[in-house]
C-alpha cells in the first residue's frame, strides 16, 4: 500500500488525429493515473472516458499498476510511467509502453519494457528496505535520453530522492543509465526548457523548492561520457553536476511538488498542502499565485474547495490542468480522503485565472503529471 506522497498526478495531453481526414478536428486527450489505473477522457467532451491499462487488483492477468508522471516520445507513440506491479518482487520501476488507438474509447497500450535501478537507503540482501522505492517523474530531452525522478524519503529522514538520466534504446533488457543526483528531498516532477535545462521540484528538507539542472548532460554510463563516479549503491554516477536553487521554498508554495512552464516563458509550482499553484518569472521571482482555497477555509474532514494540486499541466492554449489529491486532515495527519481526488483544469479570461473546472472526481490518489499534443 501507497504512503502519502507529496507531489503530483499522471495526467498527459495529446492531440490525436482522427483517422486519415486531413480535415478531422484533433481530439484532445487526459491520460489519468489512479488507483493504479491509466485512464483518459477527452477533453472536449468529458463524459467520453476509458481505461487504458487496468491496475493488477482490477485485473490479476495482464493488469499493471501506473502511477507517477507520464511522459511521451516526440511522436506520441511511446510513454513512460512509473510501474510498481508486484513490488518489490520485482522491484519498482519506470515501464515502457507502446501507445496504440487515436480517440478515446480506442486507445491501448502495450509493455514493452521496464527501467530499473538502484534506490538510496535500501538494505543489503535479506534485510528490509529504509524506504520505499517510488518512481515518479519523467521527461525526455528532445535526443530522446529520458530524465527520471524516484521520491527518496517522503516525510521524514534524509534526503534520498534521486535524478537519472537513461540512454535509449529504451525497450531493452537493461537500459543503461548515469545518475546525476542522489540526494533531492521527495523528488517529484520533471521539466525541461527548450534550452536543454532539467527542473526538478522538490518537498521538503534542504533542497526544497524547485531546482535547476544545468546541460549538458552525460552521453554514455561511462568515464568518456562524463558519468565516472559511483553513488554509494554501486550504481553509475556522473562526474559532475552544476545544480542551483532555481525556486526556493516561500511563504506561497510550502510542498513543491510539481513544477512545469506556461506559454509566456513563466513557471507554475504546484503545493498541495497549501491547496496552491504559484506562477513565477523566468528568473524564479513570484509573480501571483492562480489558485489558491478562498479565504478562511481550512484544512480539516473534508478536502480545499478548489483542490490540493500536485501534477500540473498547461496546453498550447495556456489552459493549466491539475491533478487534486482530495487531501484531508484527520488526527494522524494530512492525507488523500476516500475516493476525494479529481482532475481539473483552470482556464484564463483576459489573463485573469477562472475557478477551476472538474473533468472527474471522486478519484482515489491521482498521481503525477505531463503535457503532450501531437498530431497522428
Known amino acids: 500500500m501507497r504512503s502519502l506522497r507529496m507531489f503530483g498526478l499522471a495526467v498527459l495531453l495529446f492531440a490525436a488525429g482522427c483517422g486519415d481526414d486531413d480535415d478531422a478536428v484533433p481530439e484532445r486527450v487526459v491520460f489519468g493515473a489512479e488507483g493504479n489505473r491509466l485512464w483518459a477522457y477527452s477533453i472536449d467532451d ?8 487496468a491496475s493488477a487488483a482490477d485485473d490479476p492477468a495482464t493488469g499493471r499498476d501506473i502511477n507517477g508522471q507520464i511522459c511521451l516520445t516526440a511522436d506520441g507513440r511511446t510513454f513512460i510511467a ?28 502495450t509493455q514493452i519494457g521496464k527501467l530499473n535501478t538502484t534506490f538510496q537507503g535500501e538494505g543489503s540482501e535479506g534485510e ?7 518512481p515518479y517523474g519523467c521527461a525526455f530531452l528532445d535526443d530522446g535520453r529520458l530524465i527520471t525522478t524516484d521520491v527518496g524519503n517522503q516525510a521524514a529522514g534524509a534526503e534520498t530522492g534521486q535524478v537519472i538520466l537513461w540512454f535509449p534504446p529504451l525497450d531493452v533488457a537493461e537500459p543503461a543509465f548515469c545518475k546525476l543526483d542522489t540526494a533531492v528531498g521527495t523528488a517529484g516532477s520533471v521539466y ?38 559511483v553513488d554509494a549503491t554501486g550504481a553509475p554516477l556522473a562526474s559532475e553536476v552544476r545544480r542551483d536553487h532555481f525556486i526556493a521554498i516561500d511563504g506561497n508554495i510550502i510542498s513543491p511538488n510539481s ?9 507554475l509550482v504546484s503545493s498541495v498542502i497549501n491547496g496552491v499553484i504559484a506562477e513565477y518569472d523566468d528568473a524564479g521571482a513570484f509573480l501571483r499565485k492562480i489558485l489558491e482555497p478562498p479565504p478562511g477555509e481550512r484544512l480539516g474532514p473534508e478536502p480545499f474547495s478548489t483542490g490540493t494540486p500536485l501534477g500540473l499541466g498547461v496546453d498550447s492554449d495556456g489552459t493549466v490542468y491539475f491533478a487534486d489529491l482530495g487531501l484531508v486532515l484527520r488526527e494522524s495527519g494530512p492525507g488523500p480522503g476516500q475516493r476525494t481526488g479529481s482532475v481539473r483544469r483552470i482556464r484564463f479570461e483576459d489573463g485573469a485565472p477562472l475557478a477551476p473546472e472538474t473533468l472527474r472526481d471522486g478519484l482515489s490518489f491521482p498521481d503525477g ?3 503532450l499534443e501531437v498530431g497522428f
Request: charged share 20%.
Open 82 to 109: 512509473g510501474e510498481d506491479t508486484g513490488q518489490p518482487d520485482p522491484p519498482a520501476g519506470w515501464g515502457v509502453f507502446a501507445l496504440d488507438g487515436t480517440v478515446v474509447g480506442e486507445l491501448s497500450a
Open 192 to 229: 525541461v526548457h527548450s534550452d536543454g535545462d532539467v527542473y526538478i521540484a522538490s518537498a521538503r528538507g534542504a533542497t526544497a523548492g524547485v531546482l535547476r539542472y544545468a546541460a549538458p548532460f552525460p552521453t554514455a554510463d561511462t568515464a568518456e561520457g562524463g558519468c565516472g563516479r
Open 369 to 371: 503529471i505531463g503535457v
Open 46 to 53: 468529458p463524459d467520453r472516458q476509458q481505461v487504458v491499462i
Open 128 to 134: 528490509e528496505p529504509l524506504n520505499q522505492a517510488e
Open 259 to 267: 513544477v512545469v512552464a506556461t506559454p509566456d516563458g513563466t513557471f
